[in-house]
T-cell receptor
């Protein structure tokens, strides 16, 4: 069965520093990959997704993630974080042809001034 | 504006009481989902529905029930059989055949 691992439960980083949030999934079958962001007491907002094509996907607010099939990873990166990026980030995987998301346990990003 | 609404935002319940959480969407999506979120555990699927009048259990359906009488609505009832109901509940929807889910703002349920 598919599983998703987000090893870092919390990541503190200073403003304007780069950050990487790690996501690994277990199955090497064809997958769709997602990163969602959640601000306190709110729902999840889609940050970016990999469905097919280019393995590097970007969001409108400067985040990017790279699909690495051989390492079964989909790490999220941003070269320079802002205070407003403080939130919890969830990685999710969906096997091709299924409805079901498997979520990681989340990484809480805290950007320090 | 198209989107998903959940009500209420906060809900308090006494032990032994059933309570119903509302989820409505005007995105014309066929599929709808209910997730439970607990600290440090990510999101877990409770129930999902891909068409009106049909729904399936997810990974943690025990103690919960749902109905899907209208395409726009997918209410979740937390019954007294749910032993640990205090959590944040999220509703989502998607187009059938699409893997992208859209989430509502959530309902925080607290059992007193």
């Amino acid at each position: 069965a598919q599983s998703v691992t987000q090893l870092d439960s919390q990541v503190p980083v200073f403003e304007e520093a780069p950050v990487e949030l790690r996501c690994n999934y277990s199955s090497s079958v064809s997958v769709y990959l997602f990163w969602y962001v959640q601000y306190p007491n709110q729902g999840l907002q889609l940050l970016l997704k990999y469905l097919s094509g280019s393995t590097l996907v970007e969001s409108i607010n400067g985040f990017e993630a790279e699909f690495n099939k051989s390492q079964t990873s989909f790490h999220l990166r941003k070269p320079s974080v802002h205070i407003s990026d403080t939130a919890e980030y969830f990685c999710a995987v969906s096997d091709l042809g299924t409805y079901k998301y498997i979520f990681g346990t989340g990484t809480r990003l805290k950007v320090l001034a | 504006d198209g989107g998903i609404t959940q009500s209420p935002k906060y809900l308090f319940r006494k032990e032994g009481q059933n309570v119903t959480l509302s989820c409505e969407q005007n995105l014309n999506h066929d599929a709808m989902y209910w997730y439970r979120q607990d600290p440090g555990q990510g999101l877990r699927l409770i129930y999902y529905s891909q068409i009106v009048n049909d729904f399936q259990k997810g990974d943690i359906a025990e103690g919960y029930s749902v109905s899907r009488e209208k395409k726009e609505s997918f209410p979740l009832t937390v019954t007294s059989a749910q032993k640990n109901p205090t959590a944040f509940y999220l509703c989502a929807s998607s187009i059938v055949g699409s893997n992208e889910q859209f989430f509502g703002p959530g309902t925080r349920l607290t059992v007193l």
